[in-house]
C-alpha cells in the first residue's frame, strides 16, 4: 500500500499545526493510503554542520535521529511538511530538517525523484507565503509532484484549536490531501 508521511514542525502538541495535518491525513486514509506521523519536536535532529561527508560517504555523519527518518522518506511515495509561521519563517526544527534531508539527497542521487508532496502552513497574521514557499522549495529541488487545492495551503489560529474557526483553511487542506491522494495513486 503507497504510505504518506506527514511531517510537523511544531514544537507544540496538539497545536494547529498537527490539527491541519491530522485532518489532511485523514482524507488520506479515507482514500485508502497508509500513513504516519512525525513530530520533529520528538526527535533529536541537529542542524547540518556542512561538513560534506555526505557528499562522499552518502550517509550523515551525525549520529541523531535523522538518518532512520531519511530511511522513511526514502521509502514512502507521499511527504506532506506542516510547520506555523515562527518569525516570518519556519520553526528552526523544520529549517533544519529540511537542510539535512535536502542535502543528503543529492548526496544520495535524488531519491525523492516523483514522489509526491506539499507544505501546510498556520500562521496567526503574516508570513504564511514566505513559510509556505520555502517548504515548498524542498520540493521542487528534489523534482517531486506538487498538487495544488482550491487555495494555497494555509490556514489561521493562534492558540491550540483556534484553526478549526478557519473553514476555508481547513478545506483547502482538505483537497489538497485528495489531490495528492489521487495522484499517489496515479503514480503507483
Ligand atoms: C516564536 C513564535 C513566533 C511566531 N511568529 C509568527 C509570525 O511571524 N507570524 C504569525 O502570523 N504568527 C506567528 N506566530 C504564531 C504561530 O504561528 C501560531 O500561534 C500558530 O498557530 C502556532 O501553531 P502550533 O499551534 O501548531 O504551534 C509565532 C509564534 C511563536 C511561538
Redesign the pocket.
Known sequence: MAKVIGI?G???RG?????IMQEALKVCQSEGLETELVHLAELNITPCQECLFCKKAKECKLNDDFPPLFEKLVKAQGIILAA?????SA?AQMKAFIDRAGYLGIARDRPFERKVGGALV???????NFTLAQLLYFFLYHGMVVPGSTYWNVAF????G??WRDEEGLRTVRNFARNLSWLIKMLY
Open positions: 510537523i511544531s514544537p507544540r497545536g494547529n499545526t498537527e490539527i506555523p509561521v515562527f518569525f516570518g520553526p498556520v500562521a496567526r497574521r503574516a508570513g504564511q489560529g493562534r492558540d491550540p483556534e484553526v
